[in-house]
């Protein structure tokens, strides 16, 4: 949330998608929660922030509707059809970013979008966007209660008993 506070109050982008993952290639393990959870999820998190933030965002449901694995270059080429003229820009951590050369068709995705790149506290890699990123994984949060989930998502989390220890 702290990203796409800063992204938007930084007019860094002018309208900003969240893209639930569907099936990603170079995860080691298959999600927790179905891509119906992650697409709720994200979107009681979206309805969470400022209006003024909030009505430049839009949870897009592109991968998790897709079958099969799930690759950047796909939801680029979807998304640019939508927004014919605009530049896509995609927004990395340095984790990921570290393995761009590894994506599917990493070639001809750099030639199609702009890559803003965030640092992630503990991983190696130039960011070219200095943004005080959180020094939180995704697994951190899952595995404790954090104040970095929204409200409503974790009332979602607890109901559907996700993320719980097994």
Known sequence: MHVIEQLIARNIVDHLLVLPAGQPRLRENEPAA???????????????????????????????????????????????????????????????????????????????VEFVVIDRPGFPGTANLAIDAIDVSATQIRQQSSNEIPAAVAAYIKEHNLYASK
């Open 34 to 112: 179905t891509g119906a959870q992650r697409r709720a999820m994200c979107q009681f998190a979206v309805n969470s922030l400022a209006p003024e933030i909030k009505s430049r965002v839009e949870v897009n449901p592109i991968e998790v509707l897709r079958e099969g694995p799930s690759y950047t270059i796909d939801t680029v080429e979807a998304v640019a059809q939508t927004y014919p003229g605009d530049t896509i820009v995609v927004i990395v951590g340095t984790d990921a970013y570290a393995n761009i050369d590894q994506w599917h068709r990493a070639d001809e995705l750099k030639s199609m």
